[in-house]
């Protein structure tokens, strides 16, 4: 297999697992405050990459004060706020909608991004891709939106949703430059993880610890998956899929999300998808490999 076939392959199974990520949060925002959860998730994170800071470190490799800071902006677009405002907006707009409505936006807003900022080419499959992906986005969200009431903390829940997006498209973008300048994915990861802890403990502050004492076995099972696996599985794999492939090709695959979401929701809590929601996922993994195997 080619770097780019590794690129696409891991890709993949960082959307399956960061899809099934709304549904493990969901269960714990039923007795945790959205930025306590993604505190004691980056917090438990944190832990199991600073042996890899250290390790680094003693090796020589050490960031340099331009690429530190990058690594801190990093961590507060892509952890400290995009956590804070991805969990209100699954408390408010509940799992599968949240998936839908991220993964919707985070490719197109990559894909310009990554023309404006990278000169990345944007071509004609790249189009449809995104697309047909939009397409698929459009036919699982619709049944959610409209069955049942909505009321006002339905559209705070859908605004952090938006500027979730925005925080990721922006995070995949310009990260792109620094991985290939330092080389390392997993340093990356590591101190992204790091600087993104430490950010959201004073804004954790606002909200109470005193919380923790309520959390069940099943909701630390939860937490430890999304602080695990999530998180350090996931983002070593997301920075991996980056140094391989271009911003928007490795986004398109988020597409897959929703998708997750929804068969998570199905095996944990017994909802089963609507008819649109299987031709929407059809729809999606046609956008996405069309938009992956695009020329350069």
């Known amino acids: 297999m080619s770097e780019k076939g590794y690129g696409t392959a891991a890709a993949i199974v960082v959307s399956i697992i960061w899809g099934l990520s ?14 306590i959860l993604a505190t004691t998730r980056f917090i438990i994170a944190s832990a199991i990459y600073s042996p890899i800071i250290i390790w680094e470190y003693r090796r020589g490799n050490r960031p340099t004060m331009a690429d530190m800071k990058e690594l801190a902006a990093f961590g507060f677009l892509s952890i400290s706020i995009y956590f804070w405002l991805q969990y209100t907006g699954v408390q408010y707009a509940g799992a599968g909608v949240s998936a839908v409505l991220v993964t919707g936006l985070i490719p197109v807003l990559t894909g310009i991004a990554g023309t404006v900022l990278l000169k990345e080419k944007f071509n004609a499959k790249k189009g449809v891709g995104i697309a ?37 498209s ?31 403990l004073p804004l954790s502050l606002t909200s109470d610890w005193g919380a923790l004492s ?25 920075n991996y899929a980056l140094s391989k492939l271009e911003a928007v090709k490795a986004s398109v695959w988020l597409y897959l999300e929703p998708v997750a979401a929804f068969i998570g929701s199905f095996a944990l809590f017994g909802q ?25």
């Open 132 to 168: 047909l992906g939009l397409t698929g986005v459009a036919l699982i969200a619709l049944p959610k939106l409209f069955i049942g009431s909505v009321d006002w903390l339905f559209f705070v829940g859908v605004a952090c949703l938006l500027g979730n997006a925005v925080c990721w």
């Open 272 to 296: 089963v998808p609507a008819p649109l929601t299987l031709l929407g996922g059809g729809a999606i993994l046609v956008g996405a490999l069309l938009t992956s195997l695009s020329k350069e």
């Open 22 to 35: 709304f549904v493990a949060a969901s269960m714990v925002l039923t007795t945790l405050s959205p930025v």
């Open 214 to 238: 309520a959390v069940t076995t099943s909701q630390w099972g939860s937490i430890l998956y999304l602080a695990v696996i999530c998180s350090s599985g996931g983002y070593l794999l997301w």
């Open 170 to 200: 922006m995070y995949s973008t310009l990260s792109r430059r620094l991985m290939k300048r330092i080389g390392k994915p997993l340093m990356v990861t590591a101190y992204t993880t790091l600087w993104g802890m430490l950010f959201l």
